[in-house]
Nanobody, 126 residues
Framework: QVRLVESGGGLVQAGGSLRLSCAAS????????MGWFRQAPGKEREIVAA????????YEADSVKGRFTISKDNAKNTVYLQMNSLKPEDTAVYYC???????????????????WGQGTQVTVSS
């Protein structure tokens, strides 16, 4: 069993930055592909960024490319999402997820993730 706990959300002005962290319990963290998803009110949950188990392969959605960066520290069992140049449309609950399906590649399909955190709210004011 893997438990995921997100932190780092909050209220920030447009153009500001936040760094989300997701701490994982359990073994074999380095074998888990990880992802960050978000869900805004009235919208479906969407992929934001994903990373392979080793951390060597990453993906960022077009809507955040060049502004958000995902990274993984296997020694600390933690995955990060650095968010820069935030926009009001980035406002959402952000979720961390872990997948046992792949250690070499990132995963973008939310239905291939096995474990989810409780979410952290990010609010960007204009």
């Amino acid at each position: 069993q893997v438990r995921l706990v997100e932190s780092g959300g909050g209220l920030v002005q447009a153009g500001g930055s936040l760094r989300l962290s997701c701490a994982a319990s359990g073994r074999a963290f380095s074998s888990f592909a990880m992802g960050w998803f978000r869900q805004a009110p009235g919208k479906e949950r969407e992929i934001v960024a994903a990373i392979s188990g080793s951390g060597g392969n990453t993906y960022e959605a077009d809507s955040v490319k060049g502004r958000f960066t995902i990274s993984k520290d296997n020694a600390k069992n933690t995955v990060y999402l650095q968010m820069n140049s935030l926009k009001p449309e980035d406002t959402a609950v952000y979720y961390c997820a872990a997948s046992r399906s792949s250690s070499r590649w990132y995963i973008t399909n939310q239905y291939n993730y096995d474990y989810w955190g409780q979410g952290t709210q990010v609010t960007v004011s204009s």
